[in-house]
């Protein structure tokens, strides 16, 4: 277990997520993120550091805004 706390716990998990990211065999998808998300360890991480990576996880497949909110209310106030 990891005892780093604060930054240091974002810096531990972002090197985790990037490191898992290239040694997992083959291309990672959404699918494999989720998959690795179903894992046990992931439902109560131990640690400040394996919270956040769990969250990076989590960020990974949140899908980002299409934008076309920002276009709709742009015109709707011209």
Request: glycine content about 8%; charged content about 25%; some cysteine.
């Amino acid at each position: 277990m990891c005892n780093a706390r604060g930054d240091e716990a974002q810096a531990v998990a972002r090197l985790g997520f990037l490191e898992w990211a290239f040694t997992e065999p083959g291309q990672v998808t959404a699918e494999t993120v989720k998959d690795a998300l179903r894992h046990p360890a992931t439902k109560a991480p131990g640690s400040a550091a394996a919270r956040a990576f769990v969250d990076y996880l989590r960020q990974a497949v949140t899908p980002l805004s299409s934008g076309r909110a920002r276009r709709g209310r742009a015109r709707a106030l011209h």
